[in-house]
């Protein structure tokens, strides 16, 4: 299927998927309290929003820091993470589509692409296995404090299973050295091919620096670690505030973690702003622990606020750059980059 066809057709399935959950359990009255909501838990709401993004843009920077070349400045970062959070947002896939955005701004500031791409890689890498991690703690500690159906248990407990195993796999390759990036490309077969034998040499030289990342001094990962930890406490401040601004009876610390693990899971699955299954997943757990359903649409709306604040502002600093997406990713990628 065509690229651009799959991108609209899943965001026709997304509106259309929200429509029917927004229909059903009333949208205006979810807005009119976000409306009527008290403005020193919105003032609180969006500078936990700014600290969380600062953190994240922190983490980011402690890899730079560790190629010991030219690092940018904060605010620098601050501006590039908000273009790629806008890409992403607005492409299918886990948030990962301005990942490359990212790499390539990063790029301008006299580092290869490969380089660039590579502390993306290892600040993504942190980001998703810090999250599933936590992900399987808490799931532990749900199924010892709820009661919950059956096959909820078995598909939560298989779930985190696996996601320790491939942590601790991924996490095994990392610190011992093992190619992992070059060996999967391997298996694809496309190596042999004209275009793949040019890809095999970049490949092998961007896993090199992610494994240098890992290997050169293990204080720098922990660091890493501990700043995504951190950004996790703050996200369950930003979710009771945004219970204080819905008037909602504030829950407790597991369900909170209910609330941003099934908000964590919409982004997964590949459908742009994650348009429905944001909507759909907040009705769920919002059930789940006892509240009415048009407050679960609440908690979606004023998440999918904020992401539109920020992506409106990320495609701001996207024009001030002169990023064409496009164009610019064309033109740095590593098989035609002349850079060392």
């Known amino acids: 299927m065509d690229r651009k066809l799959a991108v609209v057709l899943s965001f026709v399935i997304g509106v259309a998927a929200a429509a029917i959950i927004f229909t059903k359990v009333g949208l205006g009255q979810a807005l009119a309290t976000i409306w009527n909501a008290p ?28 190629q010991e070349s030219y690092v940018p400045t904060f605010w620098q970062l601050f501006r590039y993470h908000l273009i790629g959070y806008a890409v992403s947002y607005v492409t299918p896939g ?23 791409g590579s502390t993306v890689f290892v600040d993504k890498s942190v980001e998703l296995t810090t999250s599933a991690t936590f992900f399987a703690l808490g799931a532990a500690v749900l199924l010892l404090a709820h009661a919950m159906p059956t096959q909820a248990q ?33 298996l694809t077969m496309l190596h042999k091919t004209k275009v793949g034998k040019k890809w095999v040499k970049h490949i092998k030289e961007f896993e090199q620096h992610i494994l240098d990342f890992y290997r050169k001094d293990p204080k720098h990962f922990l660091s890493t670690v501990a700043i995504s930890f951190l950004s996790w406490a703050l996200m369950f401040v930003e979710y009771a505030l945004i219970m204080v601004i819905l008037g909602i009876p504030q829950p407790s610390v597991l369900e909170l973690f209910l609330v941003i693990t099934f908000i964590g899971a919409a982004y ?5 702003m994650a348009l429905g299954t944001l909507e759909a997943g907040q009705v769920s757990v919002f059930k789940m622990i006892g509240l009415p359903a ?18 409106v502002i990320g495609f701001a600093c996207a024009s001030y750059y002169g990023l064409h997406l496009g164009k610019d990713l064309k033109t740095i990628l590593p098989i035609n980059e002349k850079r060392k």
């Open 39 to 66: 403005l020193l838990a919105v003032l609180a709401y969006a500078a936990i929003t700014f600290g969380i993004t600062a953190i994240l843009v922190w983490r980011w920077r402690v890899v730079i820091k560790t």
């Open 94 to 116: 886990a948030k990962m589509g301005g990942e490359p955005v990212r790499a390539a701004l990063l790029s301008r500031h006299k580092e290869s692409f490969k380089e660039a």
């Open 154 to 186: 078995e598909l939560m407990i298989i779930t985190a299973v696996i996601l320790l195993i491939l942590i601790g796999f991924f996490y095994y390759l990392m610190f011992t050295g093992k190619d992992f990036l070059s060996q999967l490309f391997g």
């Open 268 to 272: 997964i699955i590949p459908l742009p």
């Open 294 to 311: 048009a407050a679960g649409v609440g908690v979606a709306v004023v998440t999918r606020l904020k992401d539109i604040v920020l992506t």
